[in-house]
C-alpha cells in the first residue's frame, strides 16, 4: 500500500481441533493420512486483515455469513478490497468504509 502496511488473506479462521494437534506433530501426521470428511474442515467464513512490517494487526475484516470464503488473495485499490477466493465465483469487491 505504500504505507508501510500489507493486507492477508485468511481462508478460514482457525480451527479449535486443529489448534490441539499443533504441539503433536506425531498426531497431525496420522490425522493427515484420514479421509477428508474426518479431517478439521475449514469453516465457512470470509477474513482478511492489515497489518504493518512488524506484523501488527491493524484491522480485521469478517464475512461470517460466508457467502464469499476460502479468500486466497486480497488487493486495495482506492477505497475498496479486491478479494479472490479458491472456491467463490469470480472476484470480490468491499467498501472499507
Do not use: F, K, N
Amino acid at each position: 500500500m505504500g504505507d508501510g502496511t500489507y493486507w492477508i488473506a485468511l481462508p478460514s479462521p482457525r480451527v479449535p481441533v486443529a489448534e490441539r494437534l499443533l504441539p503433536h506433530p506425531r498426531l497431525r501426521q496420522i490425522a493427515a493420512l484420514l479421509p477428508d470428511a474426518w479431517q478439521p474442515q475449514p469453516r465457512r467464513y470470509g477474513l482478511v486483515a492489515l497489518v504493518d512490517g512488524s506484523g501488527t494487526v491493524r484491522r480485521t475484516l469478517h464475512g461470517p455469513r460466508g457467502d464469499y470464503w476460502m479468500i486466497t488473495g486480497v488487493r486495495q485499490h482506492g477505497e475498496h478490497l479486491w478479494l479472490g477466493s479458491l472456491l467463490g465465483p469470480g472476484v470480490a469487491r468491499t467498501p472499507l468504509t
